[in-house]
């Protein structure tokens, strides 16, 4: 299956990056993802403009600057993420991973992809802003959301 991404100036894209096998890292790994986010921010011009965070899980919605960079801005996030753990982290990772991606130099942190749908419209954002809102009680979760203006 060929999927084509959508690079539209002026839209909001919602993204859901999860951790591989669902490894629940995230929260207990807050600081460096918040990092993370930090140094993609020095490096692409885009607004996050809401996020909500769960152990092995994120969804937030972003407005870049260029639409093309978006692929890169989330890429960029993964890998200082990736980057920012101990090395017993990792190693544990990696003993999770099959012998392809171990071949590929997977990290066994995240999954290869990514969800990503374009914002179109009103009723789009507010659909997606009442998923971030629910999302947390769905998976029990403690999260807030952020929401930004």
């Known amino acids: 299956m060929n999927y084509k991404r ?6 909001s894209y919602f993204i859901t990056m999860v951790t591989y ?5 995230l929260i207990e790994h807050i ?7 930090v140094m993609s921010k020095t490096r692409y011009d885009y ?4 996020i909500v965070i769960l152990p092995d899980h994120l969804h937030m919605i972003i407005t870049p600057q260029n639409p093309q960079e978006y692929p890169k801005i989330i890429t960029y996030i993964k ?6 753990l101990n090395d017993e982290v990792k190693d ?3 003993t999770n991973i099959s012998s392809s991606n171990y071949r590929r130099q997977h990290s066994g942190i995240w999954q290869d992809r990514y969800y990503e749908h374009t914002i179109r419209n009103k009723k789009d954002w507010d659909e997606k802003i009442e998923y971030l809102r629910t999302n947390p009680i769905k998976h029990r979760g403690l999260t807030s959301l952020e929401v930004h203006s």
């Open 31 to 37: 600081d460096l993802l918040r990092q993370a986010f």
């Open 79 to 84: 890998r200082n993420f990736v980057y920012g």
């Open 92 to 94: 544990f990772a990696k």
């Open 21 to 25: 096998h669902r490894n629940p890292l």
């Open 6 to 11: 959508v690079f539209a100036d002026g839209h």
């Open 47 to 50: 607004c996050l403009d809401a």
